[in-house]
């Protein structure tokens, strides 16, 4: 169960996980461009297999693929 818990992470520590600022992902949050959340009453929180699966989604071989 601990484990479990340990995977939960605030704003602050998610954005120091993917090597964003936490205002870039609260804004991400807000046009729903970034990785899912959940909001546990007002505290909002990431589940790390959630940034991590966000992150593996946005994989690119080259400068191309943006486009």
């Known amino acids: ?4 818990i340990n995977s939960y992470l605030n704003t602050a520590e998610a954005a120091r996980y993917l ?3 936490p205002r870039t ?3 991400m949050r807000l046009t729903g461009e970034g990785p899912v959340y959940r909001k546990h009453g ?9 940034l991590i699966a966000w992150s593996e989604s946005r994989k690119q071989e080259s400068t191309s693929d943006v486009f």
Not at 43 to 49: A, C, D, G, N
């Open 1 to 4: 169960m601990t484990s479990e």
């Open 19 to 21: 090597r964003l600022s």
């Open 25 to 27: 992902l609260e804004n």
């Open 42 to 50: 007002r505290l909002v929180v990431y589940h790390l297999t959630d």
